[in-house]
């Protein structure tokens, strides 16, 4: 079905930089980026896929169950993205909050043309169709310029953008209004933990998107860093969050919860690191995502093979220090990898437990429908593995509607502040603002 051929790259990283630019003649590119973050569970260094061949645009009604039948009919490589809202697909809820950036609530695409970096290796991977451009393809790559963040800041007098200017959806007393109303449920045990997000945005606004992702990319450095392009639509996501993956019959999900910021004093920074650690907050936050995921895995995991490989694991990425834990499970060779995702959706992190009370409060309290942010990024194998991120630390554009998101949230349990809270959602913040208003 697909022609193969591989490279060895003098430079790798300048080669990725020139396959990116190149792959913007495209009306759909997904570009994933480990940006070479030293992890367990790993494929590739970096993945390209561009030009569609077939697809899947939809809405969340049985979008699960036409995802399941698109996936068997390819066996194919497919790329896509999964938004928030089709917990309405899976649940009896609703997402009537507003919504300015309209995105499809699911879509994937079986790509004509697929790029796949690891190491010094560069593996082209064409549909039979396409294959005789696989040598000219190369060789236009290989001289297309390199355009960094820093060149094309370069060009910004040839830019018909001007300056970002960013708004807030709710002001903080409104958050702290909200916030309190949380802890109410909480306290009459409503639910436990629920994360609750609110939306920063441009109107009347442009941006470049290549541009800005190179900017956010080169501020964090994450694992899951994802550049995506559907005709006018984009997503541009610095995510440093596993959502779920699948090894042969092995399932991997690895939730954040536990944020703390980063000092350029060493020593300052690993206390930073053991204060975390030991926060009992941050730790309870974390346990309590855990049992959700575990309890979320088990319904299709045979019987005792859920299991914690890792918990509360403090990892540290450019910003910021994150509080990470790894549950694994076993599933039986007869089971789908869609329903495995579906029964799973939406993922534990961006939720809360008891996970369809949270949902219910979450849209109650919240104004800005989610759509992809808290949703998940991916990609699906011809061998039926799949691997997806969580959709955050992300900007949302488009460019048709000249409309510029970022979402960002935090987990509020019995312990929160609200004051703080609100602190940390400006932390995690910080990275898209400075993208945005500083471009």
Known sequence: MRSVKKYTLENPSDFKTRLLCWAQQFDEVMWLDSNEYLQQYSSYDAVLAVEEFTSIKTDYYDAFDQLNEYQKQTADWIFGYLSYDLKNDTEDLISENRDELHFPDLYFFQPKKLFFLKGNTLEMHYLRMVDDEMTEDFEKISVTPAKTATSLSEQDDEQPCGKVKISLRITKDMYKKKIHQMLAHIHRGDIYEANFCQEFFAEDSCIDPLQTYHHLNDISKPPFATFFKMDHQYLLSASPERYLRKEGGKIISQPIKGTSKRSRDLETDRQLVKALESDPKERSENVMIVDLVRNDLSRTAIK????????????????????????????????????????????????????????????????????????????????????????????LYNEKQKYVSYTVGGAITAKSDPDKEYEECLLKAKAMREVLEGL
């Open 304 to 395: 005792g093979s859920v299991t914690v490989e890792e918990l509360c694991t403090v990892y540290s990425f450019k910003q910021v220090h994150q509080m990470i834990s790894t549950i694994i499970s076993e599933i039986d060779t007869t089971t789908s990898p869609v329903d495995v995702i579906k029964s799973t959706f939406p993922m534990g992190s961006m939720t809360g437990a008891p996970k369809i009370s949270a949902m219910r409060i979450i849209e109650d309290l919240e104004v800005s429908k989610r759509g992809l942010y808290s949703g998940a990024v991916g990609y699906f194998t011809p061998g039926k593995d799949f691997d997806f991120n969580v959709v955050i630390r992300s900007i």
